[in-house]
């Protein structure tokens, strides 16, 4: 079944819009992912020139999909303004963006004893990879531009093994420690200083359905994390549940039912029989 009348409209370029992030990425931290040698003189015309590049090509991938979306169709005025005005939104947010990574960064390092420096946390820790990549593909996805915002959340997974909805709405200090196999669903709410190890799922339980059996979309479904939260590997997380701040949650935990502020849940130990020529004990 064909969605458009005549020629459809040109799709968003998947390797512009990674190139326009990564780009953001770099003038977001300069010194790590700038050019080599870049010296202190130079960072803020580095920083200035990568915006005006970055932001310039998301915008055109942005009015490509405000135009898939059948936005103000012909109108090619009004989609550049709009996709003008969501550009201006992204800028103003950078300086946000750099706070709270930079205190995503310090709850990596500080949460590891591992690492060893705060260079190596933003070089080599694929959870902090995808954490960057994550909040500027989430400004997107709020700002409207779901598909450019899925694009950049399934690249980060492929490279990292992370795989984060850009919907997920997560405050600061968020780490993830190892990361391969995370999940966290689309109306996953995470709070402050939040910790996950690898495997983690934060999903939802079941699929909501409409009167003739299609699945009901844009409703809450995933887990909310609280303030100061250990979810360990392997825990499965499931239905709009609340996990109350400070819980731990206990490796390979399947929870589908909200826990208090600072509750442990653990699997239930197994129990043990004891054979002695062959009586029960």
Same mark, same amino acid.
């Given at each position: ?14 390797? !512009? ?17 700038? #050019? ?5 003189? !130079? ?55 750099? %706070? ?12 590891? #004893? ?53 919907? %997920?709405?997560?405050? !600061? ?37 409409? %009167? ?22 392997? %825990? ?25 502020? +600072? ?16 009586? +029960?004990?």
């Amino acid at each position: 079944m064909r969605r458009y009348r005549g020629t459809p409209p040109n799709l968003p370029s998947r390797a !512009e819009t990674v190139a326009a992030v990564e780009g953001i990425v770099s003038a977001l931290f300069p010194r790590h992912f700038g #050019p080599p040698g870049l010296r202190a003189r !130079e960072v803020d015309s580095f920083v200035a020139l990568k915006l005006s590049e970055s932001l310039s090509l998301l915008r055109r991938q942005i009015e490509l999909e405000l135009r898939l979306a059948g936005e103000r169709e012909g109108a090619a005025h009004a989609l550049t303004r709009h996709a003008t005005h969501i550009i201006r939104e992204i800028a103003e947010s950078l300086p946000r963006l750099r %706070a709270l990574l930079d205190a995503d960064v310090l709850a990596a390092f500080n949460g590891d #004893p591992s690492a060893k420096t705060v260079d190596e946390v933003v070089f080599c820790f694929p959870g902090v990879a995808a954490i960057i990549r994550h909040r500027v593909a989430h400004e997107l996805y709020r700002l409207g531009v779901p598909m450019l915002a899925r694009i950049i959340a399934e690249k980060s997974h492929s490279e990292t093994g992370i795989d984060i909805h850009p919907g %997920a709405q997560i405050a !600061e200090g968020f780490f993830i420690d190892h990361g391969t196999g995370v999940v966290i669903g689309e109306t996953t709410i995470i709070g402050k200083n939040v910790r996950l190890y690898q495997a983690v799922t934060l999903g939802a339980k079941r699929f909501e359905t409409g %009167a003739e059996g299609q699945l009901l979309k844009n409703y809450p479904r995933h887990p909310i994390v609280e303030d100061d939260v250990v979810i360990y590997a392997g %825990a499965t997380v499931l239905g709009r549940i609340t996990i109350g701040k400070g819980a731990s949650i206990g490796g390979n935990v399947w929870l589908t039912h909200s826990v208090p502020e +600072g509750a442990v849940i653990m699997q239930a130990k197994a129990t043990e029989d004891i054979f002695v020529d062959g009586a +029960g004990i």
